[in-house]
Nanobody, 115 residues
Framework: VQLQASGGGLVQAGGSLTLSCASSRSTSGLNAMGWYRQGPGKQRNLVARIFNGGYIEYADSVKGRFTMSGDIAKNTVTLQMSSLKPEDTAVYYC??????????WGQGTLVTVSS
């Protein structure tokens, strides 16, 4: 299974970007699907994820600015990012975790927010 992410790029502060992710093949038994990010010299942290059943969890730092949507059954998620800040600059990774705790990661897509 491969997660194919797209949508990163360079944007000015206050701008918007949309990230999309899809699985290369249908995978059932998922617990959650979402996005993590890793800034320069930082650890990888949760940005947002959607659980089977529809509940969406956001990191405090993105609440009110980012909107997560997706279809767990179709293995697709989208992250709409607005009011971007320089501190949002990071490599964003798509993640999929099964009910058995198996994690799948995308290759990462770079988001750069200039001030």
């Amino acid at each position: 299974v491969q997660l194919q992410a797209s949508g990163g790029g360079l944007v000015q502060a206050g701008g918007s970007l949309t990230l999309s992710c899809a699985s290369s093949r249908s995978t059932s038994g998922l617990n959650a699907m979402g996005w993590y990010r890793q800034g320069p010299g930082k650890q990888r942290n949760l940005v947002a994820r959607i659980f089977n059943g529809g509940y969406i969890e956001y990191a405090d730092s993105v609440k009110g600015r980012f909107t997560m949507s997706g279809d767990i059954a179709k293995n697709t998620v989208t992250l709409q990012m607005s009011s971007l800040k320089p501190e949002d600059t990071a490599v964003y990774y798509c993640n999929m975790v099964t009910n058995r705790g198996i994690n799948y990661w995308g290759q990462g897509t770079l988001v750069t927010v200039s001030s």
